[in-house]
């Protein structure tokens, strides 16, 4: 069998997937990533069969060649898909929003395998109903699982997982079992404490601060990800201001789109100034620390009573 999955949503490409390969052990599925490996070997890959099992699964990531983009060795692709190996599943992945459905491969699979677009925004919120539909959960907990870890859907997935791993012999998921077995993203409190920092609530920031701090958060890697926060979010305005798409801007900072969307969200609340202005300010820290100037273990504290 072959399979062409393609879209924007990561996520939903991840579970189908899972899906296909549920049945398989470790031993007969092999990745490829079409960025650094050859077409040739994916395909003869395909065509070899396994010494360890009769079945197995390929996965070629990044397959651009059914994008509208050029590319080399379609005959040698064209000459596989017209004959598949019976006993190996062939998955083509492509993380973009559109294939080229005129190109021969293209109709060649939509001919003899299946296609699957993953472009619709998934709803956090169906994600933890459907993962928990034997559970029993109430509101508030589903409510404090997305404070703790976001609307990632893959991180949502993720952090399901564990929970129902943790709790397979009780059905009823309580607030204890999401405090206890999530693990709290640094990114979700970030844009509290830029909040914080850019209002000058200077007493909650460094409350936060230290709850990071207690999380085992290292502050340099704080003071990484708020600089780079901060730089996102300027970037991004800069872009919509050009009339770029998040896409668009995605593509351009090659980040992932969902980054795009939560800088331009949060952005909203900050001017321009403001945000080049904490961007420098980081700048200097950084360069403070490296240099020896600073204490990396006080500067991010510094920095928050002084602006």
Same mark, same amino acid.
């Given at each position: 069998?072959?399979?062409?999955?393609?879209?924007?949503?990561?996520?939903?490409?991840?579970?189908?997937?899972?899906?296909?390969?549920?049945?398989?052990?470790?031993?007969?599925?092999?990745?490829?990533?079409?960025?650094?490996?050859?077409?040739?070997?994916?395909?003869?890959?395909?065509?070899?069969?396994?010494?360890?099992?009769?079945?197995?699964?390929?996965?070629?990531?990044?397959?651009?060649?059914?994008?509208?983009?050029?590319?080399?060795?379609?005959?040698?692709?064209? +000459?596989?898909?017209?004959?598949?190996?019976?006993?190996?599943?062939?998955?083509?992945?492509?993380?973009?929003?559109?294939?080229?459905?005129?190109?021969?491969?293209? &109709? @060649?699979?939509?001919?003899?395998?299946?296609?699957?677009?993953?472009?619709?925004? @998934?709803?956090?919120?169906?994600?933890?109903?459907?993962?928990? $539909?034997?559970?029993?959960?109430?509101? &508030?907990?589903?409510? @404090?699982?997305?404070?703790?870890?976001?609307?990632?859907? @893959?991180?949502?997935?993720?952090?399901?997982?564990?929970?129902?791993?943790?709790?397979? +012999?009780?059905?009823?998921?309580?607030?204890?079992?999401?405090?206890?077995?999530?693990?709290?993203?640094?990114?979700?409190?970030?844009?509290?404490?830029?909040?914080?920092?850019?209002?000058?609530?200077?007493?909650?920031?460094?409350?936060?601060?230290?709850?990071?701090?207690?999380?085992?958060?290292?502050?340099?890697?704080?003071?990484?990800?708020?600089?780079?926060?901060?730089?996102?979010?300027?970037?991004?305005?800069?872009?919509?201001?050009?009339?770029?798409?998040?896409?668009?801007?995605?593509?351009?900072?090659?980040?992932?789109?969902?980054?795009?969307?939560?800088?331009?969200?949060?952005?909203?609340?900050?001017?321009?100034?403001?945000?080049? &202005?904490?961007?420098?300010?980081?700048?200097?820290? +950084?360069?403070?620390?490296?240099?020896?100037?600073?204490?990396? +273990?006080?500067?991010?504290?510094?920095?928050?009573? $002084?602006?």
């Amino acid at each position: 069998m072959v399979y062409l999955l393609y879209g924007t949503k990561d996520f939903g490409i991840f579970d189908e997937i899972k899906k296909l390969t549920k049945n398989y052990d470790e031993l007969s599925i092999t990745k490829y990533d079409l960025n650094i490996s050859l077409i040739q070997d994916v395909i003869s890959d395909a065509q070899t069969y396994s010494f360890f099992t009769d079945k197995k699964v390929i996965i070629a990531d990044n397959a651009v060649m059914f994008t509208p983009s050029s590319s080399k060795d379609i005959e040698l692709i064209e +000459d596989y898909l017209n004959h598949v190996n019976p006993n190996t599943t062939l998955i083509f992945v492509v993380h973009g929003e559109k294939i080229d459905s005129r190109k021969k491969i293209t &109709k @060649l699979i939509k001919k003899i395998g299946t296609i699957k677009e993953f472009n619709e925004e @998934l709803n956090p919120l169906n994600i933890i109903k459907e993962s928990f $539909k034997d559970y029993n959960i109430d509101q &508030k907990t589903i409510n @404090l699982l997305l404070e703790r870890v976001g609307n990632n859907p @893959l991180i949502i997935k993720n952090e399901i997982e564990k929970i129902k791993l943790y709790k397979s +012999d009780d059905k009823t998921i309580t607030a204890n079992d999401i405090i206890n077995i999530t693990t709290k993203k640094i990114d979700i409190d970030i844009f509290k404490l830029i909040d914080y920092i850019v209002v000058k609530n200077k007493e909650k920031a460094l409350e936060l601060y230290e709850e990071m701090l207690k999380m085992n958060e290292e502050p340099i890697k704080i003071i990484v990800i708020l600089s780079n926060q901060f730089r996102i979010m300027y970037q991004s305005k800069e872009l919509l201001k050009k009339g770029y798409s998040e896409k668009d801007i995605a593509n351009t900072l090659k980040i992932h789109p969902y980054r795009v969307k939560l800088a331009i969200q949060n952005g909203r609340n900050y001017s321009n100034k403001t945000l080049l &202005k904490y961007l420098n300010s980081l700048a200097d820290i +950084d360069i403070g620390i490296k240099t020896g100037t600073l204490n990396k +273990d006080t500067a991010l504290e510094l920095f928050i009573l $002084k602006n």
